[in-house]
């Protein structure tokens, strides 16, 4: 009478266990694949902050009378030229770094960059430059803030002590670890001049671009 082994016996044969001296030969695990383990996720890339608060007189506005602006103003200009900026425009008509200096150092920044326009006004009107710019710039550095100072833009027929305002704001800029964008620099054409000061839309535009560029060595994450 046959009999049905057991389960466990017939697992035992085929692995030639069992006892004994059978003589067959044990048959080799086969291992299975062991997965690498995955490697760790890269952390979050830090979100941009392309924040930037504007300063500046109506060159940096885009005024040309206390009513009347260009079409596109710095600020709009800014944020086409690099999207990734978020503008807070506190230039105004007519100010100056001797009239701002004394309000802007009891202010908070939420911005963490300030570009910092003014000069022409002060040049025009001979205020004391030099210990108003330090009181902007020692208000920045003290919120830790990148600073970009444009210096004085061209005029039709130079103001008086315009080279010797902007080469105070460029010396300046050096001192405080700030960037100088130079706009004195910049070439703009008569026919691009709405009066002796101010630009129209085209010489604006250049001037724009140039700070553009002193933003992108300023803050190369907030560039396309």
């Known amino acids: 009478m046959n009999r049905l082994l057991p389960l466990t016996c017939l697992a035992l044969a085929a692995c030639g266990g069992g006892g004994g001296g ?5 048959m080799p695990m086969i291992g299975l694949p062991i997965a690498a383990p995955s490697a760790p996720a890269a952390p979050p890339a830090p ?14 506005s885009g005024g040309l009378s206390m009513f009347t602006t260009i079409a596109e103003v710095p600020a709009a200009a800014i944020k086409r030229l690099r999207p990734a900026y978020v503008v807070t425009d506190k230039s105004v008509i007519g100010n100056s770094a001797h009239a701002r200096a004394p309000v802007f150092i009891n202010e ?3 911005s963490r960059i300030v570009v910092i326009e003014f000069g022409v006004n002060d040049a025009g009107n001979s205020y004391p430059y030099e210990p ?11 919120l ?6 444009t210096g004085l833009p061209q005029q039709r027929i130079p103001l008086v002590n315009a080279d010797a305002y902007n080469d105070i704001a460029k010396r300046l800029a050096g001192e405080y670890g700030a960037t100088f964008a130079d706009w004195r620099s910049v070439a703009i054409a008569p026919a691009d001049m709405a009066d002796d000061v101010h630009p129209l839309q085209k010489g604006s535009t250049q ?17 396309p």
């Open 108 to 110: 908070s920044i939420a």
């Open 207 to 223: 001037l724009v671009e140039q700070l553009v560029r002193a933003l992108d060595q300023a803050a190369p994450e907030c560039a």
């Open 144 to 149: 830790g803030k990148l600073v970009v100072v």
């Open 132 to 142: 108003a710019m330090r009181l902007l710039l020692d208000r920045t550095k003290a």
């Open 22 to 26: 059978g003589g067959g030969s044990a």
């Open 47 to 60: 979100a941009r902050d392309c924040t930037l608060q504007l300063e500046g007189d109506s060159i940096a």
